[in-house]
């Protein structure tokens, strides 16, 4: 095989919790991950030598900066490997996001390098890899629904939630993950998500009780910092949404929906007040 295309989905936040910081400036977290039905597309042909990248938007490098060039470089390395990679990036998942646009396409990349080289890497091995770039990374190499701890390398697998429809709002504004969290530092949390009553409403089936429970420490930082996200959330609520709530470090604001009609006038709604570009009706993926 020597050309390959594979769909890189990006994540959201049911809960996150930040609980200490470490000597090396990395935070221990505790959090519920899930895959979500957007995605970008990244297509890998096998080649004589070299990393070549190719991307389809203007906001992104192509150089070797790019987790997506990092993540080949390192398994070139690794595995002292004979030839080199074209890859071209399709960009989909809204950049700078809280929705680990550039850990899922790296995530990929580990995939397709494993793939079209026959390395034969288990999901574990590339995990081990990928948490050397990102913490973000081992999560998407695995997808699906999981319990993150540590720096977000302790990956746990948990049952599914129950499916429903979700609403995504990308404000037209970035983020800086590494400033949310230098700013986390600095304040008292008045308060920390239930994570552990999480898991356990998911692993029931009780979608109104995981609505409930959702939490979002960053909040407290990227929503004091952006009105817009409070103003997105209130549009959710008030349109039917159980539970709305920035992923990650933001601003990218979901809501859950079991009413296609509700979420779709949320859409509509958010699309008109807030004059965003970025507005997406979805689900989960497993």
């Given at each position: ?17 930040v609980?200490?910081?470490r ?108 948490v ?11 997808g ?5 701890e540590?720096i ?6 948990i ?18 993950t ?14 920390h ?16 009780k995981?609505?409930?429970l ?16 409070t103003?997105?959330?209130?549009i ?23 009413d ?27």
């Amino acid at each position: 095989m020597d050309l390959l295309t594979l769909k890189a989905y990006a994540k959201i936040n049911l809960s996150l919790d930040v609980t200490g910081r470490r000597p090396n400036g990395y935070h221990d977290v505790k959090m519920v991950m899930q895959s979500v039905d957007i995605f970008d597309v990244l297509t890998f042909r096998k080649t004589i030598a070299g990393i070549n990248l190719k991307v389809d938007n203007s906001e992104l490098s192509a150089s070797s900066d790019n987790l997506i060039c990092k993540a080949a470089k390192l398994m070139f390395d690794e595995f002292d490997l004979s030839g080199g990679i074209d890859i071209t990036l399709q960009k989909n998942i809204p950049i700078a996001a809280g929705m680990a646009g550039g850990s899922t396409d790296a995530a990929a990349t580990f995939k397709g390098i494993n793939t079209l080289y026959g390395l034969n890497l288990t999901v574990s091995e590339l995990c081990d890899l990928g948490v050397k770039l990102g913490a973000d990374i081992p999560f998407c190499i695995m997808g699906g629904t999981a319990l993150s701890e540590g720096i977000g390398e302790k990956l746990t697998p948990i049952k599914n939630p129950p499916q429903c429809i979700l609403l995504v709002a990308k404000p037209d504004i970035n983020v800086s993950t590494k400033e949310v969290y230098t700013k986390i530092d600095a304040i008292t949390l008045p308060g920390h998500p239930d994570v552990d009553g999480m898991v356990k409403a998911i692993e029931e089936g009780d979608l109104n009780k995981m609505c409930s429970l959702t939490g979002n420490v960053l909040e407290y930082v990227t929503e004091s910092d952006h009105p817009i996200i409070t103003k997105i959330k209130k549009i959710m609520k008030d349109e039917g949404a159980l539970t709305s709530m920035m992923s990650g470090s933001g601003p990218t604001v979901f809501g859950i929906f079991t009413d296609s009609s509700k979420a779709e006038k949320a859409f509509a709604d958010i699309k008109e007040t807030c004059g965003l570009r970025q507005v997406y009706i979805t689900g989960f993926i497993f």
